[in-house]
């Protein structure tokens, strides 16, 4: 079936009462995004409750194969084994369909987004487009504009992922366990494989016992390629758990083809789409969670030559972004935002 948006389309949120759902709702409100009529979709056992959206309160429905009827636009962020089961089925009803989990993000005929890096992109779905993992975008939104002149050919880096990451649940649980740490109560973890206050641990994704890798990982170094289109960039990563509640933090090193400097790096981001400069060394003032939190843009600093590359062809660096909103929400409304489809109605 022809698939179609219209100027004030019909959009369904599957996954409504999610942490990025809620986003989804939040960010179409601030950016004046278009809706004629919002389908709220959720499990059965969040059907039948209420929320507000632009003066009206709107009833969530339990998702099932008949939600889809008369929708335009289709934000999903139900998890993967939701997505593949009922992303198709809104694409045959007619609905261009914006996937944030990892169901599709790999198949080649689905294309994987960053507006900032390949919106190009947009225009070759097939119905279904994919919004890729939010430690891969809080690193290629700063990272494409070096690439772009000067070839990145390796990058290592470690992340800080915040609560936020793995859903609403896991944000009630680093709340209710770090009170109760603090009161010299015991807490037993339920959403997340470890105790979560005052705690680090290995991202709670399955590891591969050939590479050893989770799974985390492997998506940032598959998803990379991907976005870049070049399978020759080498990618080596270690994904962690902090208990920060929002906001993802990347340790960053990159290796370029030819000598880069620290200027250069600075010059290239002053400009570039959804960053944003904060680097200073005087006052010791660099990217945090709490400053990146509500934010859209991903916060850049720590810009500095890679000591032990004496060849002067590696940069290090420190970045943070809110992973509900350009991790997750943002990155798929700025994605619905460019749709020809929208430009042609």
């Not at 939701?82 to 990892?102: E, H, L, T």
């Not at 880069?260 to 006052?283: F, N, W």
């Amino acid at each position: 079936m022809e698939t179609k948006v219209t100027n004030d389309p019909v959009v369904a949120i599957a996954g409504v009462t999610g942490a990025v759902g809620a986003e989804f709702i939040a960010t179409m409100d601030k950016r004046r995004f278009a809706v004629g009529k919002l389908k709220a979709l959720a499990s059965a056992r969040s059907a039948g409750k209420m929320l507000g959206f632009r003066g009206q309160q709107i009833t969530v429905e339990a998702l099932n194969e008949n939600s889809f009827d008369g929708v335009d636009l289709a934000l999903f962020s139900a998890g993967s084994g939701i997505a593949r089961q009922y992303a198709p089925v809104a694409v045959k009803a007619g609905a261009v369909v914006i996937d944030n989990s990892s169901a599709f993000r790999m198949d080649p005929n689905v294309p994987l987004v960053i507006p900032e890096i390949n919106a190009r992109r947009i225009a070759e779905h097939k119905g279904i487009i994919a919004v890729p993992n939010c430690s891969a975008i809080t690193a290629l939104v700063p990272l494409w504009p070096v690439h772009r002149q000067n070839r990145i050919r390796r990058v290592i880096l470690s992340t800080y992922q915040a609560a936020s990451g793995a859903g609403a649940a896991a944000m009630e649980e680093l709340v209710k366990s770090t009170r109760a740490s603090l009161s010299g109560r015991t807490y037993q973890p339920t959403v997340l494989p470890h105790p979560y206050a005052f705690n680090v641990f290995n991202h709670d994704t399955r590891i591969d016992p050939e590479t050893g890798y989770n799974e985390e990982e492997t998506k940032v170094i598959r998803e990379t390629r991907k976005i870049f289109e070049d399978e020759r960039i080498a990618v080596g990563v270690t994904c962690v758990r902090v208990p920060v509640l929002r906001a993802h933090c990347q340790a960053i090193t990159f290796e370029c083809e030819r000598p880069i400097s620290e200027q250069d790096v600075r010059t290239m981001l002053l400009d570039a789409p959804g960053v944003k400069i904060v680097d200073d060394r005087v006052k010791n003032h660099f990217p945090m969670p709490v400053e990146a939190s509500g934010q859209d843009d991903v916060l850049v600093g720590r810009i500095r030559k890679d000591l032990s590359d004496a060849s002067g062809h590696s940069i290090s660096m420190f970045v943070a972004a809110d992973q509900l909103l350009k991790g997750a929400a943002l990155n798929a409304i700025q994605i619905a935002e460019l749709l020809p489809e929208r430009a042609m109605a």
